[in-house]
């Protein structure tokens, strides 16, 4: 890895008149290019929706079904261990009659009922993003649909992807001027995107509260056999479980959903077991608190207290978001059928039996659940419950993992390790976020040491635990809104500060440098332009690769981007030049994963790209002198119509062009990939035929494009300083000088987010004043 120093100002070049001007509306036309399928994207979409219909693969929905319930339920369903005991706790004390039961059991079925059942499974699961949920894939769910992202890098070319126009189009009187005045209002703009992180912040912040709680609130039983166990040695085994359940993460969703998914079973069927039982033997006529006459009755008798109960009341809904958040993860249809006839009934028929056995045993209030367990089945029920607790964490972490993520990829979040844990799409892990939350678990765990102050958290009981969910959700809040004030400042400014074009046309083909042989990959984030990191680097080393490749790679608001339809590919200049462009896009769900042979992918693209430029005239630029040149999308299958031979040989023994690579730094390739073997990579080589009886110009540029691709490949990126500038005001400089600037040197680097070889890294240090 080399480095390249540079210090330079941020009004030191010409600002252009408007920052959308080039940049946010794209000026040039887009081919789309589609050797591997053949279809359109009108037949895509289509093909899409019908693999929507539940009933065109029954089985695959079932399956879903079933492990979703180790999943997404799995916190829902352990409310029961708590919800009574939190509802009667403080001032309700004094209201603990079976009246009051009666009540209580009737806000809890009516609250399911209306939440979990109507609002979710009915209306909620409805508005997703080409099957994605969360409050991220409504956000980019508008900004496709107008005009609400804050980074302008928004191109024409993205529209036309297949999974770009799915969703609701009518236009309304209504939402027209909505979509007009939040384009118009930049503040408004904002103040969405703070409302959306902030509900994500929330989210994970309960994932931070409900595995402390539901596991201890399981163990809490065990010292009714076990007197001699004080509350400390409870809290100390809910520890130990919480740091197996961390643990065990990293294996993936598909197999802890496996795993799990017969726990949640067998404790469900057990519960409602239970609570029919006790519901026929202890007090049948709890059958008429369904009716919501309870509810007034309870309210007008409690007063004040019976209000502020009612946040006990809601953590029968305890987890319900994941239903929202794990979408992608499975299918709505799954989901609807699991919660509908099996979840549902089980909580309701439960709670029943808990609120009549309760009527006829006041005092058991305090040990609520437990103490309604028959003797004859305590201690499986005990054990089954211990295990459903841990299952019931499962749901809000794996929720948060997929929050991260989506803020990730919309520049909302440092950088942080995903790992994509199964073939099937969604299914992550990300390491720091786990352990973080595992020892913010821990903390909560032993600092609070009761399920009932756990609890005041979710309520309006700020003083006795409510800070904690507050001061969790704004710290992340904070974090996400300075990554992504300093993100977009520094996008700002090499927007403002990139190369003129017409200043590179007037260099000749030379660019007034030494041509060295090898490809260069120039990562940037601008989609149009040239970014001033190649300007700062052939001022201080006045030679560059003969092939000039100019990578950005952005994420749509999209969730998902097929491989058909990842790669743009663009000429910058005249064809002498041999300097192209590279649009790499990804979806804020998809996993950037290249297989190791991204170098391979970009040189088949290009090679197609300039076998297409040939045939289809209006993709070239080299007779006009305009800025960019035509992009076309490239399938990246390497089993597509490519002009090239390829070979998946090793690439020096196969290749019949000579390597013009030295002797030491084949040497040294050699030993770094002996010492590195997780780096290895498959070898593919590439060749031209013989007598393919193409045009000369473009048997050259092939030719030029193979030879550099044997001499080898840099990979150059920015090592940037973000600062304030000196006229800066106080608060702007604690932002970029403190916080960000600390976010960034404590996340993952570029590029090792971009799994780019650390061998044949090229780093230009830049000091960006914003």
């Not at 059928?337 to 709670?351: D, K, R, S």
């Not at 005041?456 to 001061?471: D, E, F």
């Not at 007037?506 to 090898?518: D, E, K, Y």
């Not at 073997?677 to 030719?703: A, H, I, Q, T």
């Amino acid at each position: 890895m080399y480095q390249v120093g540079i210090n330079h100002e941020e009004d030191s070049m010409e600002h252009p008149p408007s920052l959308a001007a080039g940049e946010g509306q794209e000026s040039i036309d887009t081919v789309r290019k589609d050797r591997k399928s053949g279809q359109t994207p009108q037949a895509t979409r289509k093909s899409k929706l019908l693999s929507k219909f539940p009933l065109v693969n029954i089985s695959r929905n079932l399956v879903l079904a079933y492990q979703s319930l180790g999943v997404v339920y799995g916190d829902l369903s352990t409310s029961p261990l708590y919800v009574y005991r939190s509802i009667f706790d403080g001032k309700l004390q004094d209201y603990q009659t079976p009246e009051a039961l009666f009540g209580a059991f009737s806000l809890i079925f009516w609250t399911i009922t209306l939440i979990p059942l109507l609002k979710y499974v009915f209306i909620v699961l409805s508005a997703d993003d080409n099957g994605e949920g969360g409050s991220f894939a409504l956000y980019s769910l508008l900004c496709r649909h107008a005009k609400f992202s804050l980074l302008p890098n928004q191109q024409a070319a993205d529209e036309e992807l297949s999974s770009y126009r799915y969703g609701y189009s009518g236009q309304s009187t209504s939402c027209i001027q909505l979509k007009r005045f939040l384009e118009k209002h930049k503040k408004s703009r904002t103040v969405l995107l703070v409302i959306v992180l902030l509900a994500a912040c929330m989210v994970i912040g309960d994932g931070v509260l409900t595995p402390a709680m539901s596991v201890i609130s399981s163990m809490s039983g065990i010292k009714a056999a076990a007197e001699h166990l004080t509350h400390d040695g409870v809290v100390f085994l809910s520890c130990i479980i919480l740091v197996g359940l961390f643990a065990l993460q990293h294996v993936g969703t598909h197999k802890v959903g496996f795993l799990f998914a017969p726990i949640v079973l067998i404790w469900l069927i057990s519960i409602m077991i239970i609570g029919l039982y006790n519901t026929i033997i202890w007090n049948p006529k709890i059958v008429s608190a369904l009716s919501p006459y309870y509810i007034v009755k309870f309210l007008k008798e409690t007063g004040k207290d019976g209000w502020i109960s009612l946040g006990g009341v809601l953590l029968s809904v305890a987890g319900t978001e994941a239903m929202y958040a794990d979408l992608g993860h499975f299918s709505a249809f799954s989901m609807r059928i699991t919660f509908a006839f099996v979840v549902y009934p089980c909580l309701v028929i439960q709670y029943m039996g808990q609120a009549s056995f309760l009527s006829k045993n006041i005092d058991s209030i305090p040990n609520s659940f437990y103490s309604s367990i028959p003797d004859r089945v305590y201690w499986p029920v005990f054990v089954i419950a211990t295990l459903a607790a841990i299952v019931g964490s499962q749901s809000i972490i794996t929720a948060t993992f997929s929050i991260v993520k989506q803020c990730n990829s919309l520049g909302c979040f440092p950088r942080v390790k995903i790992v994509h844990t199964s073939k099937h799409k969604g299914q992550i892990y990300v390491p720091e976020i786990n352990w973080i939350l595992m020892i913010l678990t821990l903390v909560v765990a032993i600092g609070f040491q009761d399920t009932t102050l756990i609890g005041n958290a979710y309520v309006i009981k700020a003083p006795q635990g409510g800070w904690v969910s507050l001061l969790l959700s704004f710290i992340l809040l904070a974090i996400m809104l300075v990554w992504h004030y300093g993100t977009r400042k520094k996008y700002k400014y090499d927007l403002h500060n990139k190369v003129p074009l017409k200043w590179l046309l007037g260099l000749a083909p030379s660019l007034g440098i030494v041509r060295v042989p090898g490809i260069g990959l120039i990562y940037s984030e601008l989609v149009t332009g040239v970014p001033p990191i190649f300007s700062h680097f052939v001022t201080n080393l006045p030679a560059f690769h003969n092939v000039v490749v100019f990578v950005c790679v952005k994420f749509v608001p999209v969730p998902y981007v097929s491989s058909d339809e990842r790669f743009l590919i663009g000429r910058i200049g005249p064809r002498p030049y041999r300097m192209y462009r590279c649009i790499v896009r990804y979806g804020y769900k998809d996993a950037q994963q290249d297989g190791g042979n991204f170098e391979d992918l970009v040189v088949q693209s290009l090679a197609e790209f300039i076998q297409m430029e040939a045939v289809e005239p209006q993709l070239s630029s080299s007779e006009s002198p305009s800025l960019d040149g035509r992009m076309a999308v490239i399938s990246t299958s390497l089993q597509t119509n490519s002009p090239l031979i390829i070979s998946d040989e090793d690439f020096e023994t196969c290749s019949t062009i000579q390597s013009s690579k030295s002797v030491t730094l084949q040497s040294l390739r050699s030993s770094y990939d002996d010492g590195n073997p997780e780096n290895r990579k498959r070898r593919v080589g590439f060749n031209l035929p013989e007598n393919s009886g193409m045009d000369p110009d473009v048997r050259d540029e092939l030719l030029d494009l193979v030879q550099a691709k044997e001499a080898g490949v840099a990979y150059i990126t920015g090592h940037s300083y973000v600062k304030a500038r000196r006229s800066s005001s106080c608060w702007k400089k604690l932002v970029i000088d403190v916080a960000y600037s600390f976010l960034r040197k404590n996340c993952r680097g570029p590029a090792v987010a971009l799994n780019i070889p650390h061998i044949s890294l090229i780093e230009v240090g830049m000091i960006y004043y914003v």
